[in-house]
């Protein structure tokens, strides 16, 4: 597994390599896109997350592929912003699903949700 962070996408664009590189790609692929029968699919996404700070784990859905919850290391400070970056691992067959958390910005944790990378 490598420990290297997710980019954030947000912040760093898709252009990376594996990742949809014209804005046309990504309007044919994008939401309208019809998934049906699909049995294999390459994903760079950010998405919002909550944060609990009973149970200090943050939730967020990964499009395609559901829910996840994580526990963080730290607490989050009232009003931070969190967010979850995640890219499939392997080529066209996704071998797993890879994510970081950012807290305002800056990557907390990083960690494999299924399979292997």
Request: net charge neutral; with cysteine.
């Amino acid at each position: 597994m490598s420990n290297d962070h997710v980019p954030d996408f947000t912040a760093a664009g898709f252009g990376e390599a594996g990742a949809l590189d014209t804005q046309a790609e990504v309007t044919r692929f994008g939401a309208q896109a019809d998934l049906g029968g699909v049995q294999a699919l390459a994903l760079s996404v950010c998405v919002g997350a909550s944060y609990n700070p009973q149970t200090q784990q943050v939730c967020f859905n990964i499009p395609v592929y559901g829910n996840f919850c994580v526990k963080l290391p730290i607490s989050i400070p009232v009003g931070g912003s969190v967010k979850v970056c995640a890219k499939t691992c392997g080529s066209f067959i996704p071998t797993g699903l890879k994510a970081t958390i950012y807290v305002n910005g800056n990557p907390v944790k990083t960690i494999v949700l299924f399979g292997f990378c």
